[in-house]
């Protein structure tokens, strides 16, 4: 093969990468701002969580809606961009012209490389149902919409609305492609996987404590207090907020709160504990969700009563003598160990 021709698909990359690029920012600040989105006004049954539309939002989805456009213009309207290499570093005699009409169908191709993080995130925000993961949830579903989004609107533009430059025609640059995907998967590889390993994989290797695994409760069960476990239960008690001690509730946020949740006859009862405000106010909007038969959290058990933690709020209220006996759960994700 020609070294020069070598040469000239490589510094094409320059257009590839512009392109890509572009489109890359598009998918991911729309995606934030639709994860955002579903955090505040709440999704899936689950509750609002307040606030409201902050600086960052406004910034990341104007950004994300700008970028967007900006690809769909080129995808939707034929443009040759004419990218000039400099002579020596072409090894020619003379400048370098090198076309890239933004239009052509076989950059499906390019597009191809976003749907390896897109069906990672996609799956590692429906492996959650807890409203906590809302903004992952929201996050995967956008990320996909948008990754699918680029390809069919290159095919639609090209076989349909036919939206080609019929005055030049414009090889398709195959070896630059080429090198594209060979830059480029491993990076959607590596990343995707990084980033399952680190924060979806520790939550789907816990144990899982329900009605089936814990039966005579904490006690036939000593395993589950060695770490970090996931509990399933049944809501019989709704939030109880403790800690403010005369404080105003309507401007201060409450550092400690429970909720209690059953475990079926004869397994005994769990209280879920948040010991920080905004976990206080997760463990809230979770409880308060609509429609969910099962209740879910995160944290490590212990029994109850206990001398060391004598405090926990709504305690004096449960009943610590019931059959399976009564635990605590004090909330805490996998991978903060």
């Not at 809302?134 to 076989?159: D, H, I, K, Q, Y």
Request: glycine share 8%; proline share 5%.
């Amino acid at each position: 093969m020609d070294p020069k021709a070598i040469l000239k698909s490589f510094w094409l990359l320059l257009s590839v990468f512009r392109a890509v690029g572009v489109q890359a920012l598009g998918i991911f600040l729309v995606s934030y701002a639709a994860g955002h989105l579903a955090v505040v006004f709440g999704v899936r049954g689950c509750a609002s969580f307040g606030g409201f539309l902050n600086i960052y939002f406004l910034l990341f989805g104007f950004a994300g809606i700008a970028a967007t456009f900006v690809s769909l213009y080129y995808i939707l309207h034929p443009v040759v961009w004419m990218l000039t290499i400099d002579k020596r570093l072409a090894f020619s005699s003379i400048d370098v012209n090198l076309p890239f009409l933004s239009t052509q169908p076989i950059y499906i191709f390019l597009d191809a490389v976003f749907l390896i993080p897109a069906i990672v995130l996609f799956q590692a925000g429906r492996t959650e149902t807890m409203c906590r993961f809302n903004f992952e949830w929201a996050f995967g579903w956008a990320f996909l919409t948008m990754t699918l989004l680029f390809p069919v609107c290159r095919v639609v533009s090209w076989f349909i609305l036919n939206r080609r430059n019929e005055a030049r025609v414009v090889n398709i640059p195959w070896l630059t492609l080429i090198m594209f995907w060979i830059i480029a998967v491993p990076f959607a590889v590596y990343a995707s996987f990084s980033y399952v390993n680190s924060t979806v994989f520790p939550r789907l290797r816990v144990p899982v404590v329900n009605e089936k695994t814990f039966k005579g409760g904490l006690k036939q069960n000593p395993q589950f207090m060695t770490g970090i476990v996931r509990v399933q239960g049944h809501l019989v008690r709704g939030m109880a907020k403790c800690g403010l001690f005369g404080k105003d509730p309507d401007v201060n946020a409450y550092p400690s709160g429970t909720v209690l949740l059953d475990l079926g006859s004869g397994n005994g009862q769990i209280m879920v504990k948040a010991n920080r405000s905004r976990m206080v106010a997760l463990l809230q909007r979770e409880a308060e969700r609509e429609g969910a038969n099962v209740f879910e959290a995160f944290g490590r058990l212990s029994s109850l009563p206990n001398p060391d933690k004598k405090l926990v709020c709504g305690v004096g209220k449960a009943d610590t003598e019931q059959e399976g006996g009564l635990a605590l759960l004090e909330l805490e994700l996998p991978g903060n160990e």
